[in-house]
């Protein structure tokens, strides 16, 4: 069993960054690739990016790459999503995930954090 904590969300102004944060308990977190999803207002659920349980693998949506960056601390038990040049349509519940492979659906999760970008 894996339980996730996010932190770090907020209210930035468009061009700004955030660093979010995901915590989480439980033995296996090293062996458990992981995630960033976002939701926005209306919209379905998307994957911002994601990490293999080693760090050395990783995938970013379109809409974020250049800009997002995930990393991973295994002897730390965390997870983190580095958010440059912030957009407004970036605005959602930010949530982190873990699976068994990298793209996989996820088998944990967050309860989310709220990044809210000014225009």
């Known amino acids: 069993q894996v339980q996730l904590v996010e932190s770090g969300g907020g209210l930035v102004q468009a061009g700004g960054s955030l660093r979010l944060s995901c915590a989480a308990s439980?033995?296996?977190?090293?062996?458990?690739?992981m995630g960033w999803f976002r939701q926005a207002p209306g919209k379905g659920r998307e994957l911002v990016a994601d990490i293999n349980w080693s760090g050395g693998r990783t995938y970013y949506a379109d809409s974020v790459k250049g800009r997002f960056t995930i990393s991973r601390d295994n002897d730390k038990n965390a997870v983190y999503l580095q958010m440059n040049s912030l957009k407004p349509e970036d605005t959602a519940v930010y949530y982190c995930?873990?699976?068994?492979?990298?793209?996989?659906?996820?088998?944990?999760w967050g309860q989310g954090t709220q990044v809210t970008v000014s225009s």
């Open positions: 439980g033995s296996t977190f090293s062996s458990y690739a």
């Open positions: 995930a873990g699976g068994r492979t990298i793209r996989a659906p996820r088998d944990y």
